[in-house]
């Protein structure tokens, strides 16, 4: 059964570093999501992308944040200059019709 | 603004019985909501979802009911199995926005 993929895992890194987290949507879909949740909070919604560019976007998505469908398969989140609040999972949903279906997450620690 | 919530953070429930785990939403306007599971480590894992011209849904094990007249929504599982150990959603579909609810944790007793 097709799955969305992300990696890495876990990426820890430094206050201020950039980091890129990848995601392999479904291969049909066409609609690509980014959400993240904080420990022990919901899930929120940051942005969605269609047809290489950006749908809709939250007000957690400000301009340190980034989306890009560099090629036919990926789809990344960059953060350019990351916080301690942007600790969190971040997952990644792809849809074809109606249902996202979402990836297993990257766990993102900023220290 | 628009939330989905959910009525208990907590349900424990015994081995081979049923489960309901119950949701409120506030915008009336919503005409799509989806249950989702998500296991420890885990994204969240699509269980069942239902549209606002309907009252009810079924699936392997699991049924979704809405009243709309009361904005309420609930996951009921039957025979519920050690496998169903998770944290459940209820989200709100908004322009294909989720809007997530804050989760109910199931453990299940052997």
């Known amino acids: 059964e097709p799955e969305v993929t992300q990696t890495p895992s876990h990426q820890v890194t430094q206050m201020g570093q950039e980091v890129i987290l990848r995601c392999v949507p479904i291969s049909n879909h066409l609609y690509f999501y980014w959400y993240r949740q904080i420990l022990g909070q919901k899930v929120e919604f940051l942005v969605s992308f269609y047809n290489n560019e950006i749908s809709e976007k939250s007000e957690i998505f400000d301009d340190q944040f980034s989306v890009e469908r560099p090629d036919g398969s990926n789809f990344t989140l960059k953060i350019r200059s990351t916080k301690l609040e942007d600790s969190a999972m971040y997952f990644c949903?792809?849809?074809?019709?109606?249902?996202?279906?979402f990836g297993p997450g990257t766990r993102l620690t900023v220290l | 603004g628009e939330s989905v919530g959910l009525h208990l953070p907590t349900l424990s429930v015994q081995e081979g019985d049923n489960s309901i785990i119950n949701c409120a939403y506030s915008n009336s306007a919503s005409d799509y909501f989806i249950w989702y599971k998500q296991e420890s480590g885990k994204g969240p894992q699509f269980i069942i979802d239902?549209?606002?011209?309907?009252d009810k849904r079924q699936g392997q094990r699991v049924t979704v009911l809405l009243n709309k007249t009361v904005k309420h929504l609930s996951l009921q599982i039957a025979a519920t199995q050690p496998g169903d150990s998770a944290v459940y959603f209820c989200a709100e579909n908004n322009d294909y926005k989720l809007s997530f609810g804050a989760g109910t944790t199931v453990t299940v007793r052997a």
């Open positions: 239902i549209r606002s011209n309907m």
């Open positions: 949903a792809s849809r074809g019709t109606d249902t996202q279906y």
